[in-house]
């Protein structure tokens, strides 16, 4: 589909467009909002979304809830990594994180004082199945049923990550993890009783979380648990796993959930900019899109691995079946995007049309050192998903910054450098909202500081900071921020 037609289609359904703003200077969108519509203060909603989007925020199992060895949970394998000496900064752990195993009442509070109207929390699978399989726990699923009560209870719609990278220890020992697709068979069957439980009042389930994450940084480059460093041949065979295991708990959660349930995933695929908005490095980034994300999210839509990647794995490419790419491509209700840097891409005269740009050193990143500054990889992400897959309906699933948070004796932090990351994304996301691609909600990365895997605690993504000696949570001024923008759904 071309550019220009996807945007003529698009416009006239657009909200709080530029265009309906010069026209009349109030946009229809922003007049019918009436509270805030008072004459003089357009400028300020001239990024307003549509009235249905949806805001929100994300946190994962691992990272905030502690209570490791609580109500009969099992070791995973971020456990066993942490514990083992020179894997984290400082040998920290998320034995107890931030304990919002025993405080998530107090959690549910923080997100409700935002105004936040979906939650994006992850179930703890050796919590549930302390063995990975065999006989569920009952105390594990009773405090996912406990949270999403309350969640309830509050007016927030919860939102569920089946697997956020705490693979059961035990699934690790005997399979060695992603290496089997015995494990892709365990995790349906966790997926499917998780979502016979909880599909009564969760209606929104992800799969899994970021499979280059957990596989290339766990697998390949030994950073992230188990730690270890595969040959390409063995570790394009656990990517296959692990997209096996994603179609193969698609089916178990139809199979097993109330009718309704929903189902989609939660990926961090590659986001090719264009250098330039030309034609020639547009459609170079959307080929960059399709092979970037070849062994993932290319896959998962279109039931096939590229034929570019076959051939660049020759006697390394994955072992499957016709059948397996079927499972692997079952349809999706939606498609959740983590939408952190970009990859700058321009036409080249190779066999793939596109060539990666490598950042200069002075290329701005965040604390994080991987986390490189750009606005519209929350444009190119989900327009690349749209165009190229004409998936109907995404998420933002994650987003967000890590900053050198300071408390000050006040109680005060203020994080300058993650209002500015959070208010241009956002004004990248409101342009493909306002183009009309199909983006329905955002739940920003993270609610609060908590355990950043390999980074411990020395990185903070939170709108609210956390002192963790104490647990107390304090409101960020990135946390005033969303409170402000999600009362006016429109980037302030
Ligand atoms: C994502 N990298 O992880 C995860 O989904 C979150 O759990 C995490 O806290 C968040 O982003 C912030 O890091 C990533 O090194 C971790 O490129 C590392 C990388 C990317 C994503």
Known sequence: MSISN???????????????????????????????????????????????????????AYQIEGGAK??????????????????????????????DYHLYKEDVQLLKSLGAKIYRFSVSWPRVFPQGTGQPNPQGIDFYKRLVDELQANGIEPFCTLFH?????????????WQSRETSKAFADYAGYVASQLSDKVHHFFT?????????????????????????????????????????????????AQAG?????????????????????????????????????????EGKYTE?????AGADAPKFTPEDLKVISTPLDFVGLNVYTPVYVRSADSPEGFAVVKNPSSYPHMASSWLDVGPEALYWSPRHVGEIWKVKEMYITENGASSADVLTSD???????????????????HRAVTEGFPVRGYFCWSLMDNFEWADGYNLRFGLYYVD?????????????????????????
């Open 6 to 60: 996807f945007s003529r289609r698009s416009f006239g359904k657009a909200m709080g467009a530029a265009a309906a703003v010069s026209s009349t200077g109030l946009s229809s969108a922003f007049a019918a909002q009436g509270e805030s519509a008072t004459e003089g203060q357009p400028k300020e909603n001239y990024y307003q979304f549509p009235q249905d989007f949806k805001w929100g925020c994300a946190t994962a």
């Open 70 to 99: 609580d109500g009969g949970r099992g070791p995973s394998i971020w456990d066993t990594f942490s514990h083992q000496p020179g894997h984290v900064y400082e040998n920290q752990t998320g034995d107890v994180a931030d304990d």
């Open 165 to 177: 990278w705490d693979l059961p220890q035990a699934l690790q020992d005997k399979y060695g993890g």
């Open 208 to 256: 899994m979380n970021e499979f280059s994450s957990f596989i290339d940084l766990g697998y390949r480059d030994g950073r992230f648990a188990p730690g270890l460093k595969l040959a390409p041949g063995p570790l394009n065979q656990a990517r296959h796993n692990a997209v096996l295991a994603h179609g193969l708990s698609v089916q178990a959660i139809r199979a097993k």
């Open 261 to 301: 349930t929903r189902v989609g995933v939660a990926e961090n695929a590659a986001v090719p900019v264009p250098v330039i908005e030309s034609e020639a490095h547009i459609k170079a980034s959307a080929s960059a899109m399709r092979e970037l994300n070849a062994p993932y999210l290319t896959v998962i839509m």
């Open 308 to 312: 570019h990647y076959l051939q660049s």
């Open 411 to 429: 109680g005060q932090v203020y994080d300058t450098d993650r209002l500015m990351y959070l208010r241009n994304y956002l004004k990248s996301l």
């Open 468 to 492: 963790f000696k104490t647990q107390k949570r304090y409101p960020k001024l990135s946390a005033k921020f969303y409170k402000e923008l999600i009362a006016r759904n429109a980037v302030v």
